[in-house]
Nanobody, 122 residues
């Protein structure tokens, strides 16, 4: 499912950003969605996931600060990020697919989009 991430930018510590993920195709609403980030020099990690019916789950590092949501009618996904920290800096990507693939992150290496850059400055 082709996806386009947007909404990143430069923000100070404690600030907020809302990322958007635009999907397409009939499979968007029937699949899980995940937001991943890759910090400089680190591996890509899953920060939040949401089932087709809207049940969310979060990495410990973002729980209580980030909120994942989706609007299946619009084929859109979102990641509201509050109380941002410098360690939240990275490129953020969204993916849509089977829940097991979202959770394990076992996507083909060449399937990642450009993502959207989030930079949190102190």
């Amino acid at each position: 499912v082709p996806l386009v991430e947007s909404g990143g930018g430069l923000v100070q510590v404690g600030g907020s950003l809302r990322l958007s993920c635009a999907g397409s195709g009939s499979k968007f609403s029937s699949n899980a969605m995940g937001w991943y980030r890759q910090a400089p020099g680190k591996q890509r990690e899953l920060v939040a996931a949401i089932t087709p019916t809207g049940s969310p789950n979060y990495a410990d590092s973002v729980r209580g600060r980030f909120t994942i949501s989706r609007d299946n009618a619009k084929n859109m996904g979102y990641l509201q990020m509050n109380s941002l920290k410098t360690e939240d800096t990275g490129v953020y990507y969204c993916k849509v697919g089977p829940l097991v693939t979202v959770v394990t992150g076992t996507w083909p290496a060449d399937s990642w989009g450009q993502g959207t850059q989030v930079t949190v400055s102190s």
